[in-house]
């Protein structure tokens, strides 16, 4: 049986795409290193690191909503910032009023999603 060596270069890309697909993306890729932010965090260029959001637990998961509120503030505090957002406050509507989870839209490491687009045609952008 012959057996065949990939070259370096593609055996990177390799092990980078299986990561990403596995979940675990470009930080469990080696990106970021102790107390760094990873690369493809949003919040990288204020110095957040991943340990600030995730805390210290060895498979990197969701970070819970209290996490988000504990930077950002209330949930009353960010519907009053956005009232004037047009067409409507997608901080406080009548299906979830001012309580929608924050990783519902926004989303750290890919890109966030409009929750309302399936049934609305709300068009603001999502950070």
Not at 31 to 46: F, I, L, N
Request: proline share 5%; aromatic share 2%.
């Amino acid at each position: 049986m012959k057996r065949t060596i990939a070259p370096k270069p593609a055996a990177a890309l390799l092990v980078l795409l299986l990561t990403a697909l596995s979940g675990g993306g470009l930080a469990a890729a080696g990106t970021a290193g102790k107390g760094q932010a990873a690369r493809t965090s949003k919040h990288a260029g204020q110095g957040i690191t991943c340990v600030q959001c995730h805390g210290k637990a060895a498979k990197k998961s969701a970070v819970a909503m209290q996490q988000c509120l504990g930077c950002h503030g209330e949930t009353k505090e960010l519907a009053a910032r956005t009232a004037q957002v047009k067409p409507t406050n997608p901080h406080e509507n009548r299906h979830f009023g001012t309580e929608a989870d924050c990783n519902r839209c926004h989303h750290e490491h890919m890109t966030s999603e409009n929750l309302c687009l399936p049934c609305h045609k709300f068009n603001f952008k999502v950070p």
